[in-house]
Structures are given as structure tokens and as C-alpha cells.
């Protein structure tokens, strides 16, 4: 019988083969690699060289995020507190306490304290903390409960689709502007009178919201997202510029 295919075609099944197992072996470890916390690095914790509580701070002795971090609100990028911050309070609050030794000797020499990065934006992304902060996103929506961390860690993926989905569904996260910097908030807390009050209601909706015993997450998000006229951007020029 005459053979009509020529000899090389006797190969094709096993490249087949050998190119799907290739391909499977590609998405598999592309998918281990940038869907997991190995990549988003969820629960990185590094050694601080100074034992910061937030937990402390924030929850038992009720400091305002600001404090620290005073450009928040104010510009585009936070700050990290410079050591007069801490010494404001530490010349007389545990001034002998061994664990801020790093903290007085950059007192005095005037070296700044190295701290490690763990919320760090890479350098194609432009984030604004003033932009969001200042309409209703508050810091529990990027970092978690800091207020109740003894040790801070990344407790967010900061992916660019965890970013997306905020920016598709707005109203799923904001919040009250007076509600941002407590972190303990819930939409339960909220008085809806009050809150009708203040903002209003969409101008669709049904129900009248300030008769309500509570108001729902959407409810109160898409009211402040009507109310302050907000439309995050779902393009690649939003964040890459």
C-alpha cells in the first residue's frame, strides 16, 4: 500500500504530546507563581529593627493613623514617621525601654531608622493615597486590621484584579469620609437617619433608607458613590502612567 503522509509526520503525535505537557506545565507553574501568596506575598512579615505594636498604639492608647503617617490624606504617596515622631512621645513614654535602643541612637546621630518596606507599589502602578482616603477607602480596605496587629504583615494581594475589583464595585468599600481611620468600622454602626441626613439616598432607589433599622454595605456604597460622583477608572492609563 502506498504510503501517502511522509515519514516526519510519524513525530506529530508525540510533539503533541510533548508540547501540551509543556503548555500544562507553563500555565500550572504561572498560576503557582502569580495566584498564590508566594507572589502577592500575603503574610510577609519581616524583622523590623524596631518592635512596632500597632495594637498598642492604635487600639489601647487610641493614636490616630495620621500621626505616623501624616501625608496620608495629603499627598499621593504615605510616609513612614521619622524619629522625632517617635520621640515626641518616647523622651518621656519607656524612655529607658532596651527594645527602642535603635530609636534613641538615631535620635542622636541623626541616622535614619531602616525600617522595611511591606506595602511598597511597584513602579509601573501610580496609586494615590489622597484619592482614596479622602472618597471613602479606608486603610482596613488595602492593609487589614493593622489596629490589631502586633506585628505588621501583608494581609492583602495588592494584584492588579484585587485593585480592579474595587475599582468595578466601588460602593462594595466605601465608606463614611469620617469612618475612614477606624479601621473597627461596620456598616451596621451607621444611623441611617442621620446618615440620609448627611448624603441623601440614590435617586433610584426604592426603599426609604432613613426608615430603615440598617443600612447594608451597598446601600450606604452606593449612596457616598452617587453622592461624591465616583467612577475609578477600569482602564490601563488609570494606574500606569
Not at 501568596?37 to 493613623?65: A, E, N, S, W
Amino acid at each position: 500500500m502506498a504510503n501517502f503522509f511522509p515519514r516526519w509526520t510519524n513525530w506529530v503525535p508525540l510533539k503533541l504530546v510533548v508540547c501540551a505537557i509543556v503548555i500544562a506545565c507553563g500555565l500550572s507553574g504561572a498560576t503557582w507563581y502569580y495566584a498564590t501568596p508566594r507572589y502577592t506575598k500575603i503574610g510577609y512579615r519581616p524583622i523590623q529593627p524596631v518592635p512596632f505594636p500597632h495594637d498598642i498604639h492604635v487600639t489601647q492608647l487610641g493614636m490616630d493613623c495620621r500621626y505616623c503617617h501624616s501625608f496620608v490624606d495629603v499627598a499621593a504617596h504615605s510616609n513612614v514617621p521619622n524619629t522625632q515622631t517617635c520621640m515626641n512621645c518616647h523622651t518621656q513614654v519607656a524612655k529607658d525601654n532596651p527594645k527602642l535602643e535603635p530609636v534613641r541612637e538615631s535620635w542622636k546621630t541623626g541616622k535614619p531608622i531602616e525600617w522595611v518596606w511591606i506595602h511598597r507599589t511597584v513602579d509601573y502602578v501610580f496609586y494615590n493615597h489622597a484619592a482614596h482616603v479622602n472618597r471613602g477607602i479606608s486603610c482596613f480596605s488595602c492593609h487589614g486590621s493593622v489596629n490589631h496587629m502586633p506585628v505588621v504583615y501583608m494581609a492583602k494581594p495588592h494584584s492588579m484584579g484585587w485593585c480592579l475589583e474595587c475599582h468595578r464595585h466601588p460602593e462594595n468599600f466605601l465608606r463614611p469620609e469620617d469612618q475612614v481611620f477606624n479601621l473597627d468600622w461596620k456598616p451596621e454602626d451607621v444611623q441611617p437617619a442621620e446618615f440620609v441626613a448627611k448624603y441623601g439616598q440614590p435617586h433610584d432607589a426604592r426603599d426609604d433608607f432613613s426608615k430603615k433599622k440598617k443600612l447594608t454595605q451597598t446601600e450606604i456604597g452606593e449612596t457616598l458613590k452617587e453622592r461624591w460622583n465616583i467612577n475609578p477608572p477600569t482602564n490601563c492609563q488609570g494606574c500606569h502612567r
